[in-house]
């Protein structure tokens, strides 16, 4: 193990951060970088300023009138996640030093698929709101997603369609989200594909101009004002169980429309390795990958919610 650490563990660390910016997740990699942190701090506030236009002044000499607008400021708590496996013998593990050895490959999508995870919970789930009072002390409550942003898809046992997608540019536009695909993303199930993609070829110029049916899949293509991104499923950390990326229920999943900048992400630890014998499991090397992330929503405008069928 002595000759292992000094001449592998060193090149493997500086290998595993590389590959890992170089290959961005589906999700987290499209938060704008003003909406990314790296604090190392158990809680981490992001803050965002609403809407809002400037006074005109009454007179050269008159006061300074003060500008109103709604600010969020949001808790992020970041967790520690972790991608470990235990290996046999010494070369399997000098193997991992190659960027493409698919365990090495495998390893570094569980962190990327984990951060995608943190991102698309905090997205939908409830945002913690932080309330400096009176006396300085910070407390917390919890803003829920709006109720008026998450819908059916047509009644939600039936296939999507187009009214459905127009709905949430909709809202999104009466909310403020600048429009155009470079500032809203579409993330949806590939088990909705078919309703998508029947979409596409009834009543859109993307069937000819995009040739979306041509390549078979609207995965990383422009429609309908969206940049649309695939988010398939994955196993579990048990490795028994089908692990759904995106909110599933039964047999309807949630599709996502967001602004790129609803979310905020805070990584607070870039991904750390570490090796060591397990003599709990017969003297097995680990190999553990660690980070340290989390992310809240910023504005509940920027996210709408459509829960459609899963076939």
């Known amino acids: ?58 007179g050269r000499h008159a006061p300074t009138r003060l500008i109103t607008f709604a600010q969020s400021r949001r808790a992020c708590f970041p967790v520690s996640s972790d991608a470990a496996v235990a290996l046999t013998t010494i070369d399997e593990v000098r193997s991992l030093n190659n960027p493409q050895s698919s365990m090495t490959q495998g390893m570094l999508a569980a962190l990327r698929r984990r951060e995608d995870l943190h991102w698309i919970g905090a997205a939908v789930g409830s945002a913690s709101v932080a309330t400096v ?54 993330f949806y199930s590939p088990y909705q594909l078919t309703d998508i993609l029947a979409i596409t070829q009834a009543s859109s110029s993307d069937f000819t101009r995009n040739r979306i049916h041509d390549k078979g899949t609207i995965n990383g293509e422009t429609f309908e004002g969206f940049t649309w991104i695939e988010i ?5 950390p048990t490795g028994t169980l089908l692990h759904r990326m995106l909110p599933y229920a039964s047999s309807k999943r949630s599709c ?18 570490d090796v060591g014998i397990r003599r709990d499991m017969n003297n097995e090397i680990q190999v553990r990958l660690d980070m340290t992330m989390g992310a809240v929503r910023i504005w509940e405008a920027g996210v709408v919610v459509m829960t459609a069928r899963d076939v």
Not at 30 to 50: L, M, W, Y
Not at 256 to 273: E, K
Request: hydrophobic share 40%; with cysteine; glycine share 8%.
């Open 1 to 58: 193990m002595a000759d292992l650490e000094q001449g592998w563990v060193h090149s493997f660390n500086d290998m595993i951060r590389a590959t890992y910016q170089q290959e961005k997740s589906l999700v987290a990699a499209n938060t704008p970088p003003q909406c990314r942190k790296s604090e190392k701090a158990a809680i981490v506030h992001f803050d965002r300023i609403g809407n809002v236009v400037a006074n005109d002044n009454p």
């Open 133 to 186: 009072g009176a006396t300085g002390a910070i407390t917390y409550t919890t803003q829920a997603l709006f109720s008026a942003n998450s819908y059916d898809a047509t009644g939600g046992s039936t296939a999507i369609i187009l009214a459905d997608i127009i709905k949430a540019n909709t809202l999104l536009s009466k909310g403020g989200v600048p429009y155009g695909p470079s500032n809203r993303l579409a």
């Open 232 to 236: 398939a499923d994955a196993v579990d």
């Open 256 to 273: 996502i429309f967001a602004s790129r900048d609803a979310v905020g992400l805070n990584v607070n630890q870039d991904v750390q390795t």
